[in-house]
């Protein structure tokens, strides 16, 4: 996702290097996502009996987006060499702690890069190329509310998103199309297959029409142990696709999560954006999931959200969804306060704003 950003020259570095002589030129850049609402579903989970708790009205974080700040850095190293960096970390607007990341203090991206003419080489921790390649054209943007976002945390919660021990590439834009893959190493000594991930992703990007596919791999173990845990084995397979008429952008997607011993989930999505002013936004989206291994567990879940663009940092929002569980499927309505639902129809609305530095 976009964010608007402040970049701090490292003006302390370039003046202690002055008196050395020729230097690569650099910047470092703060960044981050501000982002609270208040939360109200008709029913909510009860941990313990698994039944409905009851309504629930809260103060919740990141109600659109994650909630988020990072320095992220580029140094020019000459004939279209850079080198790069970025530390990212999730954080709760509601207490201060840590969210929307693996548990740690930079939980969400960690990373050095080389990029130029051939692409671009990351290692470190970093989202996998299944991950974006679903964000690139899931219809509600990745929203924290009623998005694939939801439903990707749902089905594997953060593994596939934050990838540690991981190295990637992708390659530069060749008539439209662009590739990305992705190694993360589990680390255990005489195992090489415990907490081993792998991903990649195609893409094809041509004025409005953009397609996207993408594929995980990953298992169980490693070294790589977080406090959110992030290596549940899973095979995850999609591809999407969102062409854009004018100030309208259609988009549909199919994504499959087979999880090691349990269910086989193939979630279909559809959605409209409409851009109907420079202030103002609105969209929609449908996801359907129905388990592959029992057809009796299936949900349906919907959504009409919209966006009042205060400035080009501050937005106010609304959003309002519904979602239907049958069987053991136990969807829920948004990533941070009702992950997962119970059985039967959820009403959910949520009221929120962001603000993007």
């Known amino acids: 996702m976009s964010k608007f950003r ?53 103060l919740v974080d990141s109600g659109l987006s994650p909630s988020q700040f990072g320095l992220t850095g580029t140094e020019d190293l000459g004939a279209g060499l850079k080198a790069k960096f970025k530390l990212e970390s999730g954080i709760s607007m509601v207490n201060g ?8 203090l930079f939980g969400r991206q960690a990373w050095l890069a080389l990029s130029g003419t051939f692409g671009e080489l990351k290692a470190g921790l970093q989202f996998s190329p299944f991950f974006t390649a679903i964000h690139a054209t899931d219809t509600r943007g990745y929203s924290n509310f009623v998005s694939g976002l939801v439903t990707y945390a749902d089905n594997v919660f953060v593994t596939g998103a934050f990838n540690a021990n991981a190295v990637s590439y992708t390659s530069p834009e060749l008539a439209g199309f662009q590739g990305s893959a992705m ?3 589990g680390g255990q000594a005489g195992d090489f297959q ?14 409005p029409l953009l397609v996207d596919a ?74 359907v999931t129905v388990d592959r291994n029992d057809h009796a ?38 990533v941070n306060g009702a992950l997962f639902g119970v059985s039967g129809t959820t009403v959910g609305s949520n009221v929120g704003i962001r603000h993007l530095f």
Not at 9 to 19: D, E, H, K, N, R
Not at 97 to 104: I, L, Q, R, V, Y
Not at 201 to 206: A, F, I, P
């Open 6 to 58: 402040k970049v701090v020259p490292i003006s302390g570095l370039v003046a202690a290097l002055a008196s050395m002589g020729a230097h690569a030129q650099g910047s470092i850049t703060l960044y981050g996502i501000a982002d609270s609402a208040l939360l109200f579903t008709n029913k909510s989970l009860d941990a313990q009996t698994g039944g409905n708790a009851g309504k629930r009205f809260a």
């Open 97 to 104: 702690g840590f969210n929307d990341s693996n548990g740690n």
């Open 183 to 185: 190694l993360a190493l």
């Open 194 to 207: 415990a907490g081993r991930q792998y991903s990649a992703s195609l893409q094809y990007h041509n004025g």
């Open 214 to 287: 993408g594929f995980y791999d990953g298992n169980a173990g490693g070294t790589a142990q977080t406090p959110v845990p992030s290596t549940q084995a899973f095979v995850g397979r999609m591809i999407g696709i969102s062409y854009s008429f004018g100030t309208v952008t259609a988009s549909a997607a199919v994504v499959n999560y087979k999880v090691s011993n349990s269910f086989n989930d193939y979630v279909y999505s559809a959605g409209l954006r409409y851009q109907v002013a420079p202030q103002l936004a609105l969209d929609s989206g449908i996801y």
């Open 297 to 334: 567990n299936r949900s349906v879940m919907g959504a009409f959200g919209a966006q009042y663009f205060l400035s080009k940092r501050t937005t106010l929002y609304g959003q309002v969804g519904v979602v239907d569980n049958h069987g053991r499927m136990n969807t829920g309505l948004t």
